[in-house]
């Protein structure tokens, strides 16, 4: 017999044992994370009292302006589960303005790429600051100005006008579209799937759910659905919560969702990050260990009745 | 570029040292292969437990982790190991069920059940007859070399005993084995 004839069979002895999927290693991987966190918590008490003025002064400062933000707990919430629902109320209880269907949303968006290895399937640029004016019924061009970054002074800067285009099945909702969204659970559950699936088709349920929800919120949501998607999303298996800095470096509490999304079923980890203080989505990330991370953030949107004078020049290109 | 995939293990832990979240980044690269192996020792339900045990023991003792070694694999396969031994005499009845009937006791569908019965060929219930006659401290060396692949110095390094006790275990644990096979295959060369 070959010398190493036994330790082959028995290497093939139930071989056919597959690799555990993200969902099944979720409760542990959760259980693990729960007692970490009890570990930082118990830095000393100076730390928390800091935490605490920090808070204090944060909120101060952005009830003196325009935004008023309600305060809840500064200690960390126990689930994700916990961190969406407390997101949930922030929602409705933070004022938000309520655009007519000729306006547009005016935010800032802040999005970084970063790769790893050489891989190069994450493409575009590496970083983008932008400001965007959404038109609120989607009846007029958007208009995106994309500057060049504070790292890259000298990157590209370009402004463009983007049309809906109604025959391109897999254009982003407009804003008027999510006030209509059914404020029905189930209803709403399977319009977010349908989202979803259309970002990465033939995933199951709970995974397309979870990439409606993260399609959705990557641009302003009126409150009420804003709400009811993150108490879907506190609903789906295999979430936890970890701490993350969104795309301006800003500290935040992060619902995460562990998918075998990767190149070659690799982890993929996609997160939502809140604020600590008071729980409005600030961003999220997607990082796919071995091939990159994308960090993205939204400001809050304000309300505006036209558009800059100086887009009057601009041709429209392209559908949004 | 993140940590997560360009420091080692052991920077990894050192880090959790400062930042216990960092630890579920180890989690993350090596618990699939843990589940793996524990799940065919003893099942999936069992599997999760054990993983969930081998990972908070070894965040609790992630101090002690010698940065000196890379790689934490063997590691955590050493503290897999001894929440496996807990569950010893489920895992004897399982490789004894196998080697009877050709199929695993969690093997609840009939499909799979007649899918296992038809694989479970002359080779693969004796080997399962003999896993089931090993002494577990035996049985441990044998299936962390041929299921999860360690050298002789990691599994050493796991289970905290000398070089020479690897393989002496391993070698009264494959003369089983080969016996076992041996008996299934009178053409089959003897073994020295």
Known sequence: MNERTDLTDLGNLFADKPYPTADRLAPARTALLAEARTKRRSRPRAIGLRRVMLA?????????????????????????????????????????????????????????????????????????????????????????????SKSDPQGPEYKELLTRCPERGDRRPAYSDLREWPADEDQLRHKLAERGNEMAPNKDTATRIWNGVVNVLGSPVPPKQQAAIFKIAAALPGIETEELKDATGKSGIAVTRVDNRGRGGALSRESLIFDKISYVLLGGQELVPGQG???????????????????????????? | ???????????????????????????????GHIHRYVARRLGDDTADDVVSETFLAAFRQRRDYDTARPKALPWLYGFATNFIRRHQRAEIHRYKAYSKVGVLPEADDAAEQALERASAH????????????????????????????????????????????????????????RNALGSTDPTTEQIS
């Not at chain 1, 969406?84 to 968006?109: C, F, I, S």
């Not at chain 1, 190069?120 to 995106?144: F, Q």
């Open chain 2, 1 to 31: 570029m993140p940590f997560s995939t360009t420091l080692s293990d052991a920077d990894l832990i050192e880090r959790s040292w400062r930042d216990p979240e960092d630890f579920a980044l180890l989690f993350d690269r090596h618990a």
């Open chain 1, 56 to 148: 204090g002064g944060l909120v101060a400062a952005m009830t003196a302006g325009v935004i008023a933000v309600q305060t809840f707990s500064s200690s960390a919430p126990a689930s994700a589960a916990e961190v969406l629902r407390l997101a949930a109320e922030a929602a409705t209880a933070t004022p938000w303005p309520q655009p007519r269907d000729d306006q547009y949303l005016h935010y800032e968006r802040i999005a970084e790429m970063r790769t790893e290895n050489g891989a190069s399937n994450v493409g575009g640029p590496r970083h983008v600051t932008g400001e965007v004016w959404a038109s609120v019924d989607g009846s007029r061009p958007d208009l995106w100005w994309h500057k060049p």
């Open chain 1, 293 to 320: 991370r994308e960090l993205w953030s939204i400001t809050r949107p304000q309300i505006t009745d036209i558009l800059p004078a100086w887009s009057k020049s601009l041709k429209r290109r392209d559908c949004l």
């Open chain 2, 122 to 177: 002359a080779v693969r219930r004796p080997l399962a007859q003999a896993l089931a006659s090993l002494k577990g401290r035996d049985r441990d060396v044998l299936l962390l070399v041929a299921w999860a692949e360690l050298t002789y110095e990691e599994v050493a390094n796991a289970l905290s005993i000398p070089i020479g006790t690897v393989r002496s275990r391993l070698n009264r644990a494959r003369a089983i084995v």
